[in-house]
């Protein structure tokens, strides 16, 4: 075993002067690069594209931070790791950004037109695309670089043509006219998946609309309420529950819609809630999806009023023609008032459907769209995740999956848009080739009559029907796809479990006949220190990239898995990355420790046996169990207790208790000794290290590449990860240290109790059996003794200090060491001050009033305060019983 020559090791370690070299250094060696090895069992993770104009936030890096410790940590473990990374074309947002680019220099894309349109969208993504990819380069990702892939690529693009054509060839896609959720924004039908909820104070109007031979009728008027006034210039029936005894006499008559003077009728529908408003309801087919429902049933006119921009059109009054939905709004309801037709408002709260992308209100439209039809294509995913072949974590989203795919309705695919997979599907220009032609090559001329006169279809595929196919179709030959397929996990996000996972499931069980990946992690969502969502407006969003810079990549991916227990949301402050930055120092200030006393040592690998004691069985055993618990841990998805595990090993048993237990041989004038302890402590650094790299890639590179005769293209990533090795557990070693621990911790805080400095020597007396000459030694050692006397037959000495550890009672005689009648005025002084105190908390927190109106968190601070100094007081007075 060799050290560098290392006599400018930096005493401190700088990230910025690691991680870029080190990354270099990965991706010439191809380090990450996989190919197919049928001696090698594969473990394959395919990245959830990010939007190929996206930018790296925490979400990003915890998710991929997740994904690389397990892609490293099965290549460790021997496995043929491949992580496939890839961007997604994200129709919606690229084409938003575009159109907005443009705009700026005074284009509209329907000026250009579609080839020149998606020119600028190819320009767009080429110049700003995969900016995220450079930026997971800085995270550490060990991505395989040569299999990048985009979802507009030839492949993947005839991959999802191809199954749109099947799809449709069996009967599962088909075109129609449907109540479709429509984003103005975008000018697009978006899924149900795409439309959030924003609770709104608004206004519930009451409208009066006459009835035709009212003087039939006690009211000459029957009142709707609607929280939508602009919609009325499309109703065409108004309705009431047959069960209403209120309004049966009205059913099958007539009312004249206002402003539109037109007749419309009374019907009964059973649908209608006697309970909402005045019972009776206006009726607009074209604008909500109720209605429409309600419409077909009583065949009732159709009227859309909307253009796709949501402004009104020509289908009502010339006044309201071509005027924003809101507007309109505004004006009919003056309308309202001056005809004396309004008979209330009431304020009311409502859940308003907002468009995820375009971030507006969403309209229902009537439109004609692709479908595709679930109800069969559901039933092998819905039962691949029942029985198990996929399996979620946390758990508790099997439930929310379930209740989504028992409860799926058809999946509206086609999207008004241009940047996309182009729908493959062509019209014949002769009226009476009535079938559409669908084929996954475009087609020179009609099958039925010769026509070469063929328009292509303008609608593009929703984005999640080319994402779907992700897990299979980025393998592009069918023995990578044989071997790498089904991939191993997926890490995503819970808010596109519908979107995205349980329609990669769907499309794995009907194109590949096979689940798509056999564990999803759900990640937790990142919140910052109050719980709040970030975003850049409230300002608590920090740019990834500069944590990095300020605090380095190893700290900040150890922290946010640390704090990520699995299925809870995790608080993050910047502040935090405190943790893995020191935990990074403490790690090199140890390796540096060790290869700087090892420079003028031969190490000796045939002395690593020699001179061992119970404290070498310790660490040995210590470690064994490490590996078992994160092992354990690692297979269950724990990956925040894993960190723990890790941190724990690292940070308390090896540098905080092995290196000093060690110290002394380490200075040993025995060369032997010296040789054999500093080669014994850098072979289990050096496996140590290999723990800590799936979570902290660059720090344990560098360090690993200080030890030994490392060659060019050696990295740590190809070493084996240290396996569990039962023979090297050792209880009795384990129940020794724990002891010495536990006694120098006790004599150590009664120094620091009794003021007493740590330099000045003390004399120690523990009644107990016999300790080993092993435990006194560290115990003297550790705790800076004098003397220690350990026999089961000892006394306490007068004026001692005690601790009771394991049935061992300790006492350090006090006199002569510290002035007794000043430390015992000290403590009755302090004692004096923490029951004034808690006479003054207690009086608070025995106050009803303030217990019961004041904020909860403020309760709970005082409560703390009265427990901490509670504990305080019984510690003092145990002192001074002490010093009696």
Not at 233 to 254: C, E, F, Q, S
Not at 372 to 399: C, N, Q, S
Request: hydrophobic share 35%; glycine share 4%.
């Amino acid at each position: 075993m060799k050290v560098k020559n290392l006599n400018d090791i930096p005493k401190a370690y700088d990230p910025r002067d690691v991680e870029d070299k080190w990354y270099k250094y990965w991706e010439n060696n191809k380090v990450f690069h996989s190919e197919v090895d049928e001696s090698k069992e594969p473990y394959t993770i395919v990245i959830p594209p990010p939007n190929v104009t996206g930018m790296l936030h925490l979400g990003h890096i915890l998710n991929n931070t997740l994904q690389d410790i397990y892609i490293r940590y099965k290549k460790m473990m021997g496995f043929n790791s491949c992580w496939v990374p890839g961007t997604d074309h994200a129709s919606i947002a690229t084409e938003s950004k575009v159109i907005g680019f443009l705009k700026e220099k005074g284009v509209n894309k329907f000026d250009i037109g579609r080839e020149e349109f998606l020119k600028h969208c190819w320009e767009w993504t080429e110049k700003y695309g995969g900016i995220i990819l450079k930026q997971l380069r800085k995270l550490g990702a060990s991505c395989d670089w040569d299999r990048l892939r985009f979802t507009m690529d030839d492949h993947y693009y005839k991959k999802v043509v191809e199954a749109f054509v099947k799809l449709y060839n069996e009967g599962f896609i088909y075109r129609g006219y449907r109540m479709v959720n429509w984003c103005p924004a975008s000018k697009s039908a978006i899924s149900d998946e795409e439309v959030f909820y924003k609770t709104q104070q608004g206004k519930l109007w009451y409208f009066r609309y006459p009835v035709v031979e009212g003087e039939d009728h006690m009211n000459s008027y029957v009142v709707v309420a609607t929280t939508r006034p602009e919609t009325m210039l499309g109703d065409t029936a108004v309705a009431v529950n047959p069960n209403d005894d209120r309004y049966k006499n009205l059913i099958g008559k007539k009312i004249v819609l206002p402003i539109c003077e037109r007749e419309i009728p009374v019907i009964a529908d059973e649908y209608v809630d006697m309970e909402f408003g005045t019972g009776v309801v206006k009726v607009t087919p074209a604008h909500d999806i109720n209605d429409y429902e309600m419409g077909k049933r009583h065949n009732l006119e159709v009227i859309n009023i909307f253009n796709d921009d949501a402004s009104t059109n020509g289908n009502v009054p010339h006044e309201f023609q071509g005027l924003d939905r809101y507007e309109v709004r505004k004006k009919i309801v003056a309308r309202f008032e001056g005809l004396g037709l309004i008979d209330k408002i009431e304020d009311y709260t409502n859940k308003v459907g907002y468009s995820q992308r375009g971030d507006v209100p969403i309209e229902p439209y009537l439109s004609e769209q692709w479908f595709m039809t679930m109800d069969d294509l559901v039933k092998p995913a819905l039962e691949a995740v029942r029985e198990g072949r996929v399996k979620f974590y946390p758990a508790h989203w099997i439930k929310t999956y379930e209740h989504w795919m028992e409860n799926i309705r058809d999946w509206c695919i086609s999207r008004q848009l241009w940047w996309g997979h182009r729908i493959p599907v062509w019209y014949c220009s002769n009226n009476n080739c009535k079938d559409p032609i669908v084929a996954a090559e475009a087609p020179n001329k009609c099958p039925v009559c010769g026509s070469t006169d063929l328009r292509q279809d303008e609608d593009v595929l929703d984005t999640w029907a080319s994402s779907w196919l992700w897990a299979q179709d980025v393998f592009t030959t069918e023995k990578e796809q044989n071997y790498y397929y089904p991939t191993d996990l997926l890490v995503t996000a819970p808010d596109i479990i519908f979107f995205w996972v349980a329609r990669m499931i769907i499309a794995g069980m009907k194109f590949m006949d096979e689940i798509p990946f056999r564990d999803v992690y759900f990640t937790s969502l990142v919140r910052d220190s109050q719980g709040r969502k970030m975003s850049k407006s409230l300002g608590n969003s920090p740019d990834p990239i500069d944590v990095i810079n300020e605090y380095g990549a190893d700290a900040l991916r150890f922290t946010i898995t640390y704090i990520s227990p699995l299925g809870q949301d995790v608080l993050f402050d910047t502040s935090k990355c405190e943790l893995g930055r020191n935990f990074a120092n403490k790690i090199w200030n140890a390796g540096r420790f060790l290869l700087m006393n090892a420079q003028d040592i031969k190490l000796d690998e045939s002395l690593k046996n020699k001179h061992v004691d119970f404290a070498d069985e310790w660490i040995l055993s210590r470690f064994q169990n490490t590996i078992k618990d994160m092992h354990t841990a690692l297979d269950n998805f724990e990956v925040n207790n894993a960190t723990k595990i890790i941190y724990s090993f690292v940070w308390n048993d090896y540098c905080d208790w092995y290196l000093e237990l060690i110290k002394n041989q380490i200075y040993s004038e025995d060369r032997e000794v010296k040789s054999a302890v500093l080669t014994r402590a850098l072979l289990l650094f050096e496996e140590m290290l290999k723990i800590v790299h799936p979570f902290m890639p660059f720090i344990t590179e560098e360090i690993w590449q200080l030890i030994g005769d490392r060659k060019d293209g050696d990295t740590i990533s190809n070493t084996s990860f240290p396996q569990y090795n039962e023979n090297l557990i050792k209880k009795p070693a384990e129940d020794e240290i724990e002891f010495v621990q536990k006694v120098v911790t006790a004599i150590r805080n009664i120094r620091g109790e009794m003021n007493i400095p740590p330099s000045r020597k003390l004399e120690v007396f523990i009644k107990s059996k016999p300790l080993s000459s092993n435990q006194i030694k560290y115990i003297s050692s550790l705790a800076k003794l004098e003397n220690l006397t350990a026999e089961e037959n000892v006394t306490k000495p007068k004026a001692s200090a005690s601790a009771v550890v394991k049935d061992a009672d300790i006492y350090i005689p006090l006199e002569g060491i510290i002035d007794l009648g000043t430390e015992k005025l000290r403590l009755e002084k302090e004692a004096i001050r923490l029951e004034s105190l808690l006479n003054g908390v207690g009086k608070k927190l025995s106050n009803e009033k303030f217990v019961n109106n004041a904020p909860a968190e403020v309760v709970e601070r005082e409560r703390a305060k009265q427990r901490d100094w509670d504990s305080s007081l019984r510690k003092i007075r145990l002192l001074l019983e002490d010093l009696a």
